[in-house]
């Protein structure tokens, strides 16, 4: 009697990625004087703030690298913390070779990467205002991945990959 053969099972990996590095570009403060108020008298209370977000992009040829900035400005309460916050953060991805396509690798710069590197911005953030002299500004965690709308795919430009535009997504936690 012959053996029963063994089909080849077919193993799927799911794709996976690297978080290669993360560096700080910009962080920009600016207190300015409120109305009525004397420094070193901070209100009680949560500050109500506005962000503004833009994220950019930039994808190696092969679609396994990339070079992913968000930048995020703060607006408190002008009222109860007089400051202006713009923090920019950089964070460098790759795949893990043979576990993701281009595609892959596309979706999750696009719906996951902000993700992670807002809560390095949240903590500039809150680092740099804690030392102002209306007391600190803490962000709320947000879901970016909401927030994020389809960017464009643009065409392959300059030296070693592809670009997508900057997009702006106003939010306000007022």
Known sequence: MPSPVESPQETHRPPEFRFVGLWV???????????????????????????????????????????????VTVEPNQQMRPYKVEVAVT????????????????TFCRSNVP??????????????????????????????????PEWQTVEPT??????RPSLQWPTSQE
């Open 25 to 71: 570009n910009r962080v920009a403060f600016q207190s300015e004087e409120p109305l009525g108020m004397v420094p070193g008298e901070i209100p009680p209370g949560k500050v109500p703030y506005r962000l503004g977000f833009t994220v950019g992009a930039g994808i190696s040829d092969d679609g396994q690298r990339a070079q992913i900035t968000l930048t």
């Open 91 to 106: 964070g460098r991805f790759e795949t893990v070779p043979g576990t993701a396509t281009p595609k892959d690798f596309d």
């Open 115 to 148: 993700a992670i590197l807002f809560p390095y911005v949240r903590e500039l953030v809150h680092r740099v205002t804690s030392d102002g002299p209306y007391g600190a500004v803490r962000l709320d965690p947000v879901n970016l991945v909401n927030l994020v």
């Open 158 to 163: 300059g030296v070693g990959g592809s670009t």
